[in-house]
């Protein structure tokens, strides 16, 4: 079965500072995966995709992914932090399971990022 | 583009009830699915559809229903509400299904007493 995780709950950065979420997968077959952010009372809104070719994903706000086969990882991350970057980032990944399972993602259980001034 | 829009934003129950929460997009997209958010944790799948008239549980579906008779349109209706139901919930859609973004609404607040 496809899964997810992100080993840390929360990550506590420095404005300014270069940041890094966590995030490893578990699949069979070719992994298509996924960042998500979530601001307080709001919904979750899409960041960026890998689904195959460059390793290093661009995204929205400035983050970027790195795709890691050997490591089996996908960690986001960020030269330079801003403070309006906190909120709950969500690592997920297509599920491949089933007839229509491939419509599917299973998002992991998120990590709160906090950027101090 | 309105995007994804729900109704209500926030809502009381009593155990018991029942109610209808409302989702609609407006992208046309084909895929729609209904997650609920546990507070501190993450998002559990409780239907999906692939279109119109086609709908499939997900990871959670007990106490909950579900219908899509327009591409717009995919409300779930939660009968005989418990506390354990109290959550927020969120309807998102997408273009492409497992192989894109999903598009998520505001949310809706619920509290079962």
């Known amino acids: 079965a496809q899964s997810v995780a992100q080993p840390e709950d929360q990550v506590n950065v420095a404005e300014g500072n270069p940041l890094t979420v966590k995030c490893t997968y578990s699949v069979s077959g070719n992994p298509y995966l996924f960042w998500y952010v979530q601001y307080p009372n709001r919904g979750l809104q899409f960041l960026l995709k890998?689904?195959?070719?460059?390793?290093l994903v661009k995204g929205s706000y400035g983050f970027e992914a790195e795709f890691n086969k050997s490591q089996t990882s996908f960690h986001l991350k960020k030269p330079s932090a801003l403070v309006s970057d906190s909120a709950l980032y969500f690592c997920?990944?297509?599920?491949?399971?089933?007839?229509?399972?491939?419509?599917?993602?299973?998002f992991g259980s998120g990590t709160r990022l906090s950027i101090r001034p | 583009n309105a995007g994804v829009t729900q109704t209500p934003k926030f809502r009381i129950l009593k155990i018991g009830q029942s109610m209808t929460l409302q989702c609609t997009q407006d992208m046309n997209h084909n895929y729609m699915y209904w997650y609920r958010q546990d507070p501190g944790m993450g998002l559990k799948l409780i239907y999906y559809s692939v279109g119109a008239g086609i709908t499939d549980k997900g990871e959670v579906p007990n106490g909950y229903n579900v219908s899509r008779s327009t591409t717009e349109d995919f409300p779930l209706r939660l009968e005989l509400a418990a506390p354990s139901q109290t959550s927020v919930y969120f309807c998102?859609?997408?273009?492409?299904?497992?192989?894109?973004?999903?598009?998520f609404g505001p949310g809706t607040r619920l509290l079962v007493l």
């Open positions: 997920a990944v297509r599920d491949l399971g089933g007839n229509s399972s491939a419509s599917k993602i299973i």
């Open positions: 890998y689904i195959t070719g460059d390793n």
């Open positions: 998102a859609s997408s273009y492409s299904g497992g192989l894109g973004a999903q598009y």
